[in-house]
C-alpha cells in the first residue's frame, strides 16, 4: 500500500486536482475535516474524544488524526492507498504518518502569493445559488450583481495570513520530501487543464 500526498496554498486548486487524481489512479481521497466529521456523525470512540477538543475550540492533536487516518486505512476502499488532501501539514506530522502508510510520490501545485490574494480576494458567492465567480476570471452574468457577496475569509488580510501560515508550517514539507526524492512540483499558475495534464503525466 502506498499513498499519494496533495499540497499546496491555499487557493492553488488542490479540489479540482484532486478530483482527476482519484479519477486517474481510484485512491480514495482523504481530508482530516472529513474524516473528522464523519466519526463525529458515527459517534465513534474517536470521534467523541475528537468532538471535546473541537467544541472547547482547541486544534485536534497530532495523535487523534493519525488514529483516525489509521482506521481510515483499514477500509476495504483504501486497501492500495489513499490521496491525502491538506495532510500533513508539518514534518513531525510527515514522520508520524511515515509509519502508518508509506508515501509514494508528493504533488506540490506551485502558485506565487499575489496570484493566490487576486484568486481568492476576486471571488464573489451568488447568495440565492451559491454559485462562485471571479470579477476578472468568471465574471457574472449581468443582472445579478445585487446578489454577489465577498465571503469573510477572502478579504486580502485573512487570505495573506493564511499564506504566512502556510508558508512557516507547511513549506517545510517540500523539502523533506524532497530529501526522500519523491516530491514533484507543479506549476499551478496556469489554465487549470493544463496543470491537470501536469499532473495526470506524473501518475502514469
Excluded: C
Excluded at 39 to 58: P, Q, V
Aim: glycine fraction near 8%.
Amino acid at each position: 500500500m502506498s499513498s499519494i500526498v496533495l499540497f499546496g496554498p491555499p487557493g492553488a486548486g488542490k479540489g479540482t486536482q484532486a478530483t482527476a487524481i482519484m479519477e486517474k489512479t481510484g485512491l480514495p481521497q482523504v481530508s482530516t475535516g472529513d474524516m473528522l466529521r464523519s466519526a463525529l456523525s458515527k459517534g465513534t470512540n474517536l470521534g467523541l474524544e475528537a468532538k471535546g477538543y473541537m467544541e472547547a475550540g482547541d486544534l485536534v492533536p497530532d495523535g487523534l488524526i493519525l488514529s483516525l487516518i489509521e482506521e481510515r486505512l483499514k477500509e476495504e476502499d483504501a486497501k492500495n492507498g489513499v490521496l491525502f488532501d491538506g495532510f500533513p501539514r508539518t514534518i513531525l506530522q510527515a514522520e508520524s504518518l511515515a509509519k502508518i502508510t508509506k508515501v509514494s510520490m508528493v504533488i506540490s501545485i506551485e502558485v506565487p502569493d499575489d496570484n493566490i490574494v487576486e484568486r481568492i480576494v476576486g471571488r464573489r458567492m451568488d447568495s440565492e445559488t451559491g454559485e462562485i465567480y471571479h470579477i476578472k476570471f468568471k465574471p457574472a452574468p449581468s443582472g445579478i450583481s445585487d446578489r454577489l457577496i465577498q465571503r469573510k475569509d477572502d478579504t486580502e488580510e485573512t487570505v495573506r495570513s493564511r499564506l504566512n501560515a502556510y508558508h512557516s508550517q507547511t513549506a517545510p514539507l517540500a523539502d523533506y520530501y524532497s530529501n526522500l526524492g519523491v516530491l514533484e512540483k507543479v506549476n499551478g499558475n496556469r489554465n487549470i487543464i493544463d496543470v491537470t495534464n501536469s499532473i495526470l503525466e506524473l501518475l502514469v
